[in-house]
């Protein structure tokens, strides 16, 4: 009988270290996952323009539009497809990830004198 209970409580004590340990493995493994895919570049939209207008990125970064204002705006291409925002209320953002090198234009559809440009390098 002994015996026995001994047995039990030494495979008990086994599966609990086995789970600790795969456990802690697990929660080592987490901050790698959630690492950043893109950096990320902010383009303020206060005082009807866009702040900074002009910036210059690496390919595969990420640009966050945030509207300070509180009447709506958007962030289009100029070539009309490549990035569209929509209409951005106060406080709304909007992210695209630009993945070609080159000069991409853009304006502001409700007040086409809004203008910006982002230069992508490779
Ligand atoms: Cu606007």
Not at 40 to 59: C, D, E, M, Y
Not at 73 to 85: K, M, V
Request: net charge positive.
């Amino acid at each position: 009988m002994r015996r026995i209970i001994l047995l039990i409580t030494v495979a008990t004590l086994v599966v609990v270290s086995t789970l600790f340990v795969v456990s802690v493995a697990g929660a080592h493994k987490h901050p790698t996952a959630k690492a950043q895919k893109h950096p990320t570049k902010t383009v303020l939209i206060q005082g009807f323009s866009f702040k900074p207008a002009h910036i210059t990125i690496k390919r595969g970064t990420r640009v966050r539009w945030i509207n300070r204002d509180s009447t709506a705006h958007t962030a289009t291409a100029n070539n009309g497809r490549s990035f569209d925002s929509g209409r951005l209320g106060k406080g709304q953002r909007y992210s695209h990830t630009f993945k070609s090198a080159g000069k991409k234009s853009y304006h502001c559809e409700i007040h086409p004198d809004m203008k910006g440009r982002i230069t992508v390098r490779r």
